[in-house]
């Protein structure tokens, strides 16, 4: 009950957060949307519910990585980490806090980019389709939350930004978000297969039937993709243990 | 018998280069309050995390409350903390930040009553970043205290407030000692030390060097300060019986004797015009300070 009770105050009290602070907040969500609307509205005309797909998928991963990233390196550097640690709140609500910050963004971006799509890129689905593409862009952006909690604890809080864009943007890019991977050439499209972007937007392309794809590949990369960062998580999480701070 | 909050045996830890904590035997007993002081380095820290379940117990045992894991969610729920850097997100409230850590515990005190006696009301829908330090402070003891936890570990709660402040946060730590609380007070501040431990124990290198009542600590030094106007030069004060440091003030002299009388009677001897003649039997600092052979950093400002 009390862990219930815990996790509900930490996720109420991250939303506090980002509502509170909108210098972090308002770029983070400008950002993909801002680049969906130059490049998938006004730049390339005929191409609104392709680039919605892996626009969103960009904007969902970016959300995840940086609030995770970003925020568990400095809180951990800050000490507020250490006090949650050291207070009887358990790791999962921790987390859980955490986790459901990035959630919301990933919704905000995914409503706000179908909007668009639908009022300036004339994109017409069925309500099924919209709600499914909100629903794998929301599900899927946990992994991503993951691998930002990864990398959060194992890097300083002031490389954490320049290391998260040098990671965040080349996989953006190799994963076919900004050009489709059919206009790679033909070694680069063997290496988008391996990542996971690629996948989460080969998934909102098929629920939005922009492009039919196999579910089953897809689901197989993100998962174990997801069992690595865990195991990365873990390990990250046990080393603050050790560390002198 | 009520079990002591935490019983460390041949406690030791190391890090890559350092060996932080060297066999530490201790008990700290229930209903008390225990000052922890030492010098910076001397363990203290690694101390608290090791009793907090921050960090792996590397060899000995601790048991808290009677019990084996210190890791123990029933165990953490007993405990609450005030650490050194808090890093406390300072866009939520005050109201909002006791709510959130209340949360943590099965058995939350009352807000208003806990408003009251931290000297917070009126500051409930503040937002922690804009408190002032002595707020802030306050703010982090009443989350330590809004679990209504067996046991405060309060590491240095008062560095960098006025005086006023640190007055303010004593009487709020008196009134959870009062109500049964045990307390681990971790402090530069010799005075406070003086004020609120009924035990001391005093570390350096790893080690426990000592540990007494305020007074066994105080008595365990004979030592007094002796602040005198005198044109005695340097080398002439220094061949005084007992003087062991010297330092220069505004036309005279700071001295720690080990036997006062005795300096004072030479001084006088030496320099028949010396006036101002002050003399203070040891305090509980000068006692620290010579107990952790460290060189005191400034004289002049004693007494």
Sequence with gaps: MTAVNASLHLIQAQWLNLARTPSYTLPTLLFPIMFYGFFGLLMIPGQALWLLCTFATFGVMGAALFSFGVGIATERAQGWLMLLRASPAPVGAVIAGKAFGALLFALIIAVVMSTMAAVFGGVRLATGQWLALAAVLVLGSLPFCLMGLALGLWLKPNAAPAVLNLIYLPLGFLSGLWIPTMQFPKFLQG??????????????????????????????????????????????????????? | MIPPVAELTGVSHRYADVQALDEVDLRLEAGQVTALLGPNGAGKSTLIHLLLGLKP???????????????????????????????????????????????????????????????????????????????????????????????????????????????????????????????????????????????????NHGQVMHQGTPDEIRRRVPQDRIRVRSSLDEAAVRALPAVQHAERIEGGWALLSSNGADSVRALLVADP???????????????????????????????
């Design chain 2, 273 to 303: 015009d010396a006036s101002r003649l002050e003399v203070i039997g040891a305090d509980l600092e000068t006692a620290f300070l010579s107990l952790t052979e460290t060189e005191p950093t400034s004289i002049k400002d004693a007494a």
């Design chain 2, 57 to 203: 117990v590397q060899s000995g045992t601790i048991r808290l409350f009677g019990e084996q894991a210190p890791n123990a969610r029933t165990c953490r729920s007993r405990i609450g903390t005030m650490l050194q850097a808090s890093g406390v997100q300072d866009n939520l409230t005050v109201a909002e930040l006791l709510a959130l850590f209340g949360s943590f515990y099965p058995n939350p005190v009352d807000r208003d009553d806990l408003i009251e006696e931290a000297g917070l009301v009126g500051l409930e829908n503040r937002r922690f970043g804009h408190l002032s330090g002595g707020q802030q402070q306050r703010a982090l003891f009443a989350l330590a205290a809004v679990g209504q936890p067996d046991w405060l570990i309060l590491d240095e709660p008062t560095t960098g407030l006025d005086p006023a402040a640190r007055r303010r946060l004593w009487q709020a730590v008196q009134v959870r000692r009062d109500a049964g609380a045990s307390i681990l007070l971790c402090t530069h501040y010799m005075d406070e030390a003086q004020r609120l431990a009924d035990h001391v124990v005093v570390m």
């Design chain 1, 191 to 245: 290496i988008a297969e391996w990542l996971p972007p690629y996948h989460l937007a080969a998934l909102a392309l098929d629920v939005t039937g922009a492009k039919p794809a196999d579910w089953a590949p897809s689901l197989i990369h993100l998962a174990v993709f997801t069992f690595a960062f865990a195991i990365l998580t873990a390990l990250g999480w046990k080393r603050l243990d050790g560390t002198r701070g």
